[in-house]
């Protein structure tokens, strides 16, 4: 008999244990980086450390004046505030911060040209899109806004701006679904101020559009198993929409199926919901079709060669990297060069992979693996910013004013990341530890974030790719922040904002 207490208990047991690894790791993480620190810097970041400290110190008050002055503002308004707040630093930073894209972003940015004029010879053969499929579907995004103007970099960025707001709005309606209102708000201006989220808009990188969707889904997700909600024949129809949502999103950033993971094991492990288990067939469809359907029609009209998800350069070659001494886990020459060096062979390849990583594990002692698991999972969670900072500044022009700024407060932008980030891994293990009225479905977001753990781990390494699931983080420490004050917010669940009502609002303001 499964005992759904005993595993909700070694559950919220392993997140806090890696909650507190990632603490250690980001602390040691700005010490290393503050042994270069100036004195003003220094200084900037004693403060900073005071002002967090009368904050966590006097939350009870702090939490209060806040929610008295949500009271007043509404919540319409103070949505509306936190949505403009959100889209204005978004908006400012791609004005100021003129960022080129670089790496794998700038391929899928260059070649997106070559797409908007017939060109589609980089999906064929053992070109770079054609050896990773899954980047398809956002160069041929980037490629239609070349049909509106020849370098089409600041429309794209501003698409980012558009994105990343609409997530704060999702942020806000999962949250109220897990919570409250009162928390929604909240958690909507965590997500709005960000920094990962407010820097990324800058780089050309699919995770922009990606994480909108994956929040879509995951709302709707909510709907269906939140008890607060009475089902009136709904479920069909939002479990459809989280499917379609999730599909979307794993054509821009293929990790959907650690969600559909989640999701699965979610219903099966921690609700009695009978009803839902003859429902997710059907998104189950509304998440394959999609995919199948606008793959297949990439292959049919000769755009691509295989489908999205079976890029010619086999997954192992990640895992392999994933496994490399030398580099902790990171990108390597070493490991790159294998599918040259079998002619792209995938069978060898993946063979030849397996061997390596075989060798590599069983030749090293136990001691040697877990440290070089325990520094690749610090390198990939540490980073408080998930390099946003490194990836925003990289080659822009030293002609830029804005951007040397930007650059000589890059000690100061490290110190308000980090605390912002200790901040909500702070919060997120103090919401672990409370046993009373702790959300059921905080139980869903340890599994997605237990299996985004898992598979980081497996893979090749990169700070950034914890980006696609760092909102997490906010959720988590949601709980850890509320208080009995949130009573006191007399907001009726029916109040929740509607598109309409933004609109109706930003345009009467805007005409008067």
Known sequence: MFNRNAANKYLYRLALIILHIIAIACICYFAVSSSSFSLVAKSFSLICCLFILVVVCGKKRFEGWSFKLMNRLSCRSTLILTILLGFSMRLLWILLVPSIPISDFGL???????????????????AYFARFAHDTITVLYFSIFYNLKSNPLIIIKFMNVLFSTLAVYYMYKIVEQIYDVSLGLLAAFLLAIFPPFIMYNS?????????????????????????????????????????????MANMFRMVGLVFLIAYIMYLILFREIKRLYFLMPFML???????????????YNGITETHLWHSKEPIWTSVLK???????????VEDAKLPEIYNHDPDKITQASKQIIKERLLNASPQKISTFYLYKFGSEWADPDMSAYEWAIKNIPESSPTAN?????????????????????YFSIKSLLRNRDRPEEISFFLILFCGFVILLLITEAQARYAFVIS????????????????????????????YSNILRFLLSNGLS
């Open 405 to 425: 700024l930007i650059r000589k407060l890059k000690s100061e932008i490290l110190i308000v990341t980090t605390l912002f980030y200790l901040f909500l891994l």
């Open 471 to 498: 909102w997490i983080f906010i959720i988590l420490a949601i709980g850890g922040l509320k208080g009995r004050h949130v009573t006191d917010f007399k907001i009726q669940r029916s109040r929740s904002i509607k």
């Open 203 to 247: 780089q050309t990188m699919s995770e922009n559009v990606a994480i909108t969707f994956y929040l879509i889904s995951v709302y709707y997700f909510m709907l269906v198993i939140n008890k607060k909600q009475k089902f009136h024949g709904d479920e069909l129809r939002n479990l459809c929409i989280c499917g379609l949502a999730l599909s």
């Open 108 to 126: 899928m940015y260059e070649y997106a040209k070559e797409i908007q004029q017939g060109n589609f010879t980089g999906f064929h053969n053992y």
């Open 285 to 299: 469809l509304t998440y394959f079709i999609p995919i199948y359907l606008i793959s297949s029609l990439l292959i």
């Open 322 to 332: 994933g496994t490399n001494f030398e580099s902790n886990g990171h990108w390597n």
